[in-house]
């Protein structure tokens, strides 16, 4: 039978779900990627919680995220940030040999228990959580990786959330909620409140950015959507990282000063706090949408089909989708799926601005009425 691109046989000894790992004081999750990666790995991390309620469950991320988690009320006790490590972190280039070997020799002495892999396909993951000296390792599978002690093929299109769910299902750690939820402290509360005081406006958030530029929406029409909304009476802020700035200020300028425009101007906290108050946001599929959908906003977000399927909301009665169906770069009609053409026209300008337009209003007019 021929099995799709991707699809690794698991060895046959290998459990597809399996029982708990007796004796864990101490276990590792391998996750060092951006701001959604790590959203769509949180019921993953509730399951793991539940399942090992004693352990202290250890982070192994990205440089961001211990200034985001520590001290952040859920299932993560401690973070530790990764050397950059090509295939694994490569936000930054990779650090040399020698301070792979201090990590790995710090690791050994951390003396986990249990080690999970939620870090892809495992080409390159395997091999580093094997490297942590583990009593017991977990993960994804694919083709062209090594095996680990309990195992799941890996194919590349399968919802994340659920992907991850089926990880730590191999370790015993069975679903103890299916929407990833995200603890919003006072401190997040207290920094989004200075840079945006309230006022008696439904706060509408508007985000034009995401990492890949071929994901992103035509700012003039989200230009466009943002306008309706303050017409019927709902307060507008821009949202964006400094290296958004190019896009966040296009948008601040067609919206004509309906809009505040706090680029820049929040730490990853602050946004929690400023989503958490908003009625709603609108932009494109990337870290904030998740965030927003995360700390309980709804959400009306434009996706590409294939990160529909990945990544895209669970529901829909809040969070709204408009999806672009094209397969084929628009500058060079090469196939999409393929890799990289080396063009980054937008695979999503296809979405409808009524469609868009409509979704928002309907959302607005339900979180309204709730």
Request: with cysteine.
């Amino acid at each position: 039978m021929n099995q799709p691109p991707g699809y690794a046989d698991p060895p046959r000894d290998a459990p597809l779900s399996g029982a708990l790992v007796p004796g864990v004081g101490k276990l590792a999750v391998l996750r060092a990627n951006a701001l959604g990666d790590l959203i769509v790995t949180l019921p993953a991390l509730e399951a793991l919680r539940a399942a090992y309620p004693t352990a202290e469950l250890v982070l192994l991320g990205s440089g961001w995220h211990p200034g985001f988690l520590t001290g952040r009320p859920g299932p993560i006790d401690r973070c530790l940030a990764i050397p950059p490590t090509t295939g694994i972190r490569d936000d930054v280039a990779p650090a040399p040999p020698e301070r792979l070997e201090a990590f790995f020799a710090a690791m050994h002495r951390e003396r986990f228990d249990l080690a999970v892999q939620l870090q892809g396909g495992g080409r390159h993951s395997n091999p580093f959580l094997r490297r942590l000296g583990a009593h017991m390792t977990a993960g994804s599978q694919a083709a062209d990786a090594p095996a680990l002690d309990r195992n799941v093929c890996y194919t590349l299109y399968q919802p994340e959330v659920l992907r991850f769910l089926e990880v730590v299902r191999l370790v015993g750690a069975t679903p103890v909620t299916l929407e990833p939820r995200l603890q919003v402290t006072a401190a997040d509360r207290a920094e989004a409140s200075r840079v945006l005081p309230e006022d008696s406006r439904p706060l509408v958030v508007l985000h034009p950015g995401a990492i890949d530029p071929r994901r992103r929406w035509p700012i003039s029409r989200l230009a466009t959507v943002g306008a309706e909304l303050a017409r019927k009476g709902a307060r507008l802020a821009v949202v964006g990282t400094a290296a958004d700035a190019p896009l966040t200020t296009h948008l601040v300028e067609l919206l004509e000063g309906d809009a505040a425009d706090l680029t820049g101007r929040l730490s990853l906290g602050g946004l929690a706090g400023l989503l958490e108050r908003a009625t709603l946001l609108v932009g494109n599929d990337s870290g904030p949408r998740h965030l927003a959908a995360a700390v309980g906003t709804a959400t009306v977000a434009v996706y590409w089909a294939p990160n529909l399927l990945n990544v895209g909301p669970l529901t829909r009665n809040r969070h709204r989708a408009p999806t672009s169906w094209r397969m084929n770069c628009p500058a060079c009609g090469a196939d999409a799926l393929g890799g990289g053409c080396g063009h980054d026209a937008s695979l999503v300008a296809d979405v409808d601005l009524d469609q868009v337009l409509a979704e928002a209003l309907d959302v607005l007019t339900n979180e309204l009425a709730s």
